[in-house]
């Protein structure tokens, strides 16, 4: 399914999937919705991205550059898994939730953004992590994550199996 509007963005929820996955689109993204398996949709973008969303997720796609193609996603609640091919030019393909940014060129990783606190773990590749308020930041690799809390430092560490089959599950891995 293609949600295209010219002004302001469309809601798409369970009128429309099986499950309860909140998606606020914007125009033109060049994402199309693929699969929705039990509690997760996965969204197909243009210039290979995919994005699967938990249920219940809420995010919105946004193209900063106005070229078409989602380069961005601003995530309130809930978890995404993203995988973004290397990207050329130096551009990078940003995750904003209320308390961090994450920032790649080309990688899979996952965010969970919660009231008080971001968690990001990195399946493959390399994640820039920072909070919204642009203070020093961190960078991952495969295996690593960061909880991103408001007075806590940003603290690289590497995730107990428990931990990252828990966040997968939910994300349908």
């Not at 929820?13 to 929705?36: H, K, L, M, R, W």
């Not at 039990?38 to 997720?57: D, F, K, M, P, S």
């Not at 601003?74 to 308390?99: D, F, H, M």
Request: proline share 3%; hydrophobic share 40%; charged share 25%.
């Amino acid at each position: 399914m293609k949600a295209i509007i010219r002004a302001g963005c469309v809601v798409l929820a369970s009128v429309f999937f099986p499950i309860e996955i909140v998606v606020a689109q914007q125009a033109n993204t060049g994402c199309s919705s693929g699969d929705v398996t039990g509690t997760v949709q996965t969204l197909r973008c243009e210039g290979g991205v995919t994005i699967v969303a938990e249920n219940g997720a809420r995010f919105t796609l946004l193209d900063r550059d106005s070229n078409g193609r989602v380069d961005s996603v601003e995530l309130s609640s809930k978890a995404l898994l993203l995988e973004v091919p290397k990207r050329r030019g130096g551009k990078e393909y940003k995750v904003i939730t209320p308390q961090a940014i994450t920032a790649v060129r080309g990688t899979k990783w996952a965010v969970d953004a919660a009231e008080n606190k971001t968690s990001v773990f990195v399946v493959k590749g390399r994640v820039a992590v920072g909070r919204r308020t642009g203070s020093h930041g961190v960078i991952l690799g495969p295996g690593e994550g960061v909880d991103v809390e408001a007075a806590d430092p940003l603290t690289v560490k590497r995730w107990p199996a428990a931990r990252v089959s828990a966040l997968m599950t939910r994300l349908g891995q």
